[in-house]
């Protein structure tokens, strides 16, 4: 039994551009369940006993009825805010900015409310079981004060999306299974059995079995620090680009190549899926009707 607290922080500000709306808030189970309600469910089973909700404050009252009630049944709920004015000291919001700054950022809007070692995930993907049970076992052996993290991987191949371009961290681990590098890569597409992906020497090919990251990671609140450090570095590189992004995987890829963090990759036996697409939603509530069917999770959570 994990005895340490342990907190959830969701990531569920997304604009949903290429959904075509607020997607976190679209039923996949048989009685309307959502995603995020199976994660949360997951969760609290794998000894996580509080969310922290990364959210926008123009979604806010959307967002707390048609999802933070259904979860503030179950769970200790906190919200925090993604705000485009959550800078560093000496930095405003450049003129013409008006998205979110990154999943990097988003981490760091939770800092006030992580109370120890916590887990970050998307809110509108399925991470599987097995994914916060490994995560709370890596907890436990783990001191509270070291840049000791991990992340859950998984093969491209299951990660990819028959609707269009997404985007993922692929990685590269070492012989003990630590990531040695992971470099975002965008406009992901299936090919085949596999994968590609235009670069500006031509299309670079993948076999769909590389291991990428899907935003399921494990950190203690020591990564606040490192994260504060290299956004007032990305600030001073793309302040004036509307659309740069301060993306949690490159600000681990930093680290690591500093030697200020260790990630240990693990992996989950249970299957990812999620919402990327509206065109998706159908294949998303096929794979919840056959957890169900196994005997999963209950008919109503």
């Not at 949903?16 to 997607?23: A, E, Q, W």
């Not at 809110?123 to 079981?129: H, K, L, V, W």
Request: proline share 5%; with cysteine; net charge negative.
């Amino acid at each position: 039994m994990i005895n340490r607290s342990l907190d959830l922080v969701v990531l569920a500000a997304g604009m949903g551009s290429r959904f075509g709306g607020l997607k976190q808030v679209s039923p996949v189970g048989p009685h309307g369940e959502l995603v995020i309600e199976y994660s949360a469910f997951d969760a609290r089973r794998a000894g996580f006993n509080r969310l922290v909700l990364v959210i926008r404050r123009d979604i806010e009252r959307e967002f707390r009825e048609a999802v933070g009630r259904r979860l503030e049944e179950r769970m200790d709920v906190r919200y925090v805010f993604q705000e485009l004015g959550g800078l560093p000291q000496c930095w405003a919001v450049p003129a013409g900015r008006t998205k979110p700054w990154g999943t990097g950022h988003a981490v760091l809007a939770a800092r006030d409310d992580v109370t120890g070692p916590f887990a970050v995930i998307n809110a509108d993907d399925f991470y599987g079981a097995t994914a916060y049970e490994a995560l709370a076992a890596h907890f436990a052996g783990s001191p509270p004060t070291a840049a000791d993290y991990a992340m859950v991987g998984y093969p491209l191949r299951q990660t990819l999306s028959e609707h269009g371009a997404v985007s993922r961290g692929l990685c590269v681990t070492d012989a003990r299974g630590r990531l040695c590098t992971i470099t975002e890569i965008t406009q992901i597409e299936k090919s085949g059995s596999g994968a590609q992906f235009p670069t500006e020497r031509g299309l670079r090919q993948l076999a769909g079995d590389e291991i990428v990251s899907m935003n399921c990671w494990g950190f203690t609140p020591v990564v606040f620090g490192q994260l504060d450090g290299l956004f007032s570095e990305f600030l001073q590189r793309h302040a004036g680009d509307a659309k740069a992004e301060f993306y949690l995987p490159t600000s681990l890829d930093a680290l690591i190549a500093r030697n200020e963090a260790s990630v240990t990759v693990l992996h989950s036996a249970d299957s990812w899926f999620g919402l990327t697409f509206r065109e998706d939603l159908p294949a998303t509530r096929a794979a919840i009707r056959e957890l169900l069917s196994r005997g999963l999770y209950p008919d109503r959570l």
